[in-house]
C-alpha cells in the first residue's frame, strides 16, 4: 500500500501564474482533503472532497478550487498565485463510512511563489 | 466554532526526561481529539486519538494522552524520550458532525527538541 501520495513534491511559480497539485488517496478511502500548512503554522483546512463533490469548505477564496475523479484522486487549483500562497500543501484521505475519523496525510507539495 | 492552543511552541528536554506537551480546545459541544507529528520535510502522522471511552489513550511509539474535559485539555505525555522524537506535535480536534464531516482544526504546533 503506497498510501497518500502527492506530485509534485517541489514547485517554484511566479506571480499570477496557476498551479495545480496532485493526491492519491490511501487504497480504500473515498474522501480528500486539501490543508495549507504556511511557516510555523498548523495546517488550515481549505476542502474537502467525497463522491466527486466539494463537501466542506474554509476559509479560503475562490482562487482555490478541487476536484474529485471517479478513481478518488483529487486536484488542488490555485489561480492568480499571491506570495502569501507559499506553503506546504498537504493532501489526506479518509473514510467516509469510517465517519472520517482517521486522516492519513501524504507528505506534501511544497510551492514557492516568487 | 471550535480552536486550538498550544501553549508551547518550542520545548526542549533532555533524552530519557519524561515530557509533556499541553493542549487545550474550545468548542460548544463535544468533540474528537488527535495528536499528529510532523517530521522535518514531511506530512502529518497519526500519533493516537480520542474518540469516546477511556480518557487515557495510547498511541505510538510510548506515547500517551489524556482527555480532560473539564479543563478542555488533551496533554501529550511521553515518559522516556529518544532523539528520534525531535520533531513538531499537532494537536487538531473534530466536529462529529457524522459521515462526511470531516474538518481538522489543528493547533499551532510544539516543536520538541530531544538534548543528547
Known amino acids: 500500500d503506497a498510501g497518500v501520495t502527492q506530485s509534485p513534491t517541489h514547485l517554484i511559480k511566479t506571480r499570477g501564474q496557476q498551479v495545480t497539485l496532485r493526491c492519491s488517496p490511501k487504497?480504500?478511502?473515498?474522501?480528500v482533503s486539501w490543508y495549507q500548512q504556511a511557516l510555523g503554522q498548523g495546517p488550515q483546512f481549505i476542502f474537502q472532497?467525497?463522491?466527486?463533490?466539494?463537501?466542506q469548505r474554509g476559509n479560503f477564496p475562490d482562487r482555490f478550487s478541487g476536484h474529485q475523479f471517479p478513481n478518488y484522486s483529487s486536484e488542488l487549483n490555485v489561480n492568480a498565485l499571491l506570495l502569501g500562497d507559499s506553503a506546504l500543501y498537504l493532501c489526506?484521505?479518509?473514510?467516509?463510512?469510517?465517519?472520517?475519523?482517521?486522516?492519513?496525510f501524504g507528505q506534501g507539495t511544497r510551492l514557492t511563489v516568487v | 466554532a471550535q480552536s486550538v492552543t498550544q501553549l508551547d511552541s518550542q520545548v526542549p528536554v533532555f533524552e530519557e526526561a519524561p515530557v509533556e506537551l499541553r493542549c487545550n480546545y474550545s468548542?460548544?459541544?463535544?468533540?474528537?481529539l488527535f495528536w499528529y507529528v510532523q517530521y522535518p520535510n514531511q506530512g502529518l502522522q497519526l500519533l493516537l486519538k480520542?474518540?469516546?471511552?477511556?480518557?487515557l489513550v495510547k498511541g505510538i511509539n510510548g506515547f500517551e494522552a489524556e482527555f480532560n474535559k473539564s479543563q478542555t485539555s488533551f496533554h501529550l505525555r511521553k515518559p522516556s524520550v529518544h532523539i528520534s522524537d525531535t520533531a513538531e506535535y499537532f494537536c487538531?480536534?473534530?466536529?462529529?458532525?457524522?459521515?462526511?464531516?470531516?474538518?481538522?482544526?489543528f493547533g499551532k504546533g510544539t516543536k520538541l527538541s530531544v538534548i543528547p
Open positions: 472532497y467525497y463522491e466527486e463533490e466539494e463537501r
Open positions: 480520542y474518540l469516546s471511552g477511556s480518557t
Open positions: 468548542s460548544s459541544v463535544s468533540v474528537y
Open positions: 487504497s480504500g478511502h473515498d474522501t
Open positions: 489526506a484521505s479518509s473514510s467516509y463510512r469510517g465517519m472520517n475519523t482517521e486522516a492519513f
Open positions: 487538531a480536534v473534530i466536529l462529529p458532525r457524522g459521515a462526511g464531516s470531516y474538518q481538522l482544526t
